[in-house]
């Protein structure tokens, strides 16, 4: 199914469906920029791309299929703007569905640590939103598919963390209204997943973005990890998101044959303090080899990059088969991809 996938909504659900406007689908699947449809069996956003139409650096246009092409599909999805400009996606999709979201409040840190696993798999999606102080995680939101019989219930506690008594943003600060429906309401897919209506403005708008992907088995070592930096983390955070994410078969995803824990950042809107905190933020990540997300800052160097990423060397040949002159290069694949 391609073409307008937001006027199919009601019909259909890209597999699995995303946590952000599917408006971006495009963009979002050639630098898996929203890689999270958060969910222990679901695979960013790039994982929903059957086939994708692009023209070249030649002017030609060109249709690469999983079914057709098989490894050069898997280096073309995550092409990081580097093949050519994409026109088209064709997509995976399943029957719409509903779903119920239920926030809960004040998770202890203990309690997400001792029962991380029966957490983050409690739910079709899940998302904790921690600013890492004080030892617990001060939002979890929960998106369970539902069966047509839930009338929006109260939930009951979730490890000692309590249900929200009222509509909530992320950024506890901010007005909800916002938000896509919480407190157990069901509704379609579209209006439940995204944390944001779609007519509205997401998180806070103005604001700086991060994020890291670490092996999932080391998801509550490198949590702790982070934590050790709450201090520095503080006057620069607006708020973190934590989700996990499947393994996908895609040469540049972050995800690339290996289940993840995504740890995002909001930042306020200081460049210069982020940027002096994200190598520590790194250096802390480090022995999980964490992955920084290609659509958000980071300031990992090249040489890292490349020994995180095995399928790089077979990526850099597809760009210049696709792009010999390399006319949709630019500084940043010059220097994240083809540096030292």
């Not at 969910?39 to 057709?68: F, K």
């Not at 598919?145 to 509509?167: H, M, N, V, Y």
């Not at 379609?188 to 995204?194: E, G, H, S, T």
Request: with cysteine; proline share 7%; net charge negative.
């Amino acid at each position: 199914h391609s073409g307008n996938v937001w006027a199919r909504a009601r019909i259909s659900a890209p597999v699995p469906a995303p946590t952000q406007r599917i408006c971006a689908f495009g963009g979002s699947s050639e630098s898996t920029v929203r890689v999270s449809k958060c969910g222990d069996g679901n695979g960013n956003l790039a994982t929903a791309v059957a086939a994708l139409r692009l023209v070249t650096a030649d002017v030609e246009q060109v249709e690469i299929s999983h079914e057709r092409d098989g490894e050069q599909f898997q280096g073309a999805v995550v092409g990081l703007g580097g093949l050519g400009v994409v026109t088209q996606l064709t997509l995976d999709v399943v029957p719409a569905f509903e779903v119920r979201q239920d926030v809960y409040l004040n998770l202890p840190v203990a309690q997400l640590e001792a029962h991380f696993e029966e957490i983050v798999g409690s739910a079709y999606s899940v998302s904790l939103f921690t600013d890492w102080q004080n030892e617990r995680v001060n939002q979890v939101w929960v998106k369970r598919r539902s069966a047509g019989g839930d009338s929006g219930e109260t939930a009951p506690a979730l490890f000692e963390a309590t249900p929200a008594p009222r509509q909530i943003h992320p950024i506890a600060s901010l007005p909800a209204e916002p938000c896509t429906a919480q407190l157990g309401v069901p509704g379609p897919w579209y209006d439940r997943l995204p944390h944001f209506r779609i007519d509205e403005l997401p998180s806070s708008g103005a604001e700086l973005q991060t994020e890291y992907f670490v092996p999932r088995q080391h998801a509550v070592a490198a949590l702790r990890a982070v934590t050790a930096l709450h201090e520095q983390i503080a006057p620069l955070l607006m708020i973190s998101e934590v989700r996990t994410i499947a393994a996908d078969n895609l040469w540049m995803s972050p995800c690339y044959q290996q289940a993840c824990v995504a740890i995002h950042f909001t930042w306020k809107l200081n460049w210069e303090g982020v940027r002096q905190l994200l190598p520590e933020i790194e250096a802390q990540l480090a022995p999980f080899d964490a992955r920084p997300h290609w659509g958000k800052l980071f300031t990992m160097a090249p040489a890292r990059l490349h020994s995180l990423y095995q399928k790089l060397p077979d990526f850099q040949r597809l760009l210049t088969s696709y792009d010999p002159q390399g006319k949709f290069r630019n500084p940043f694949l010059d220097t994240s991809l083809f540096g030292a």
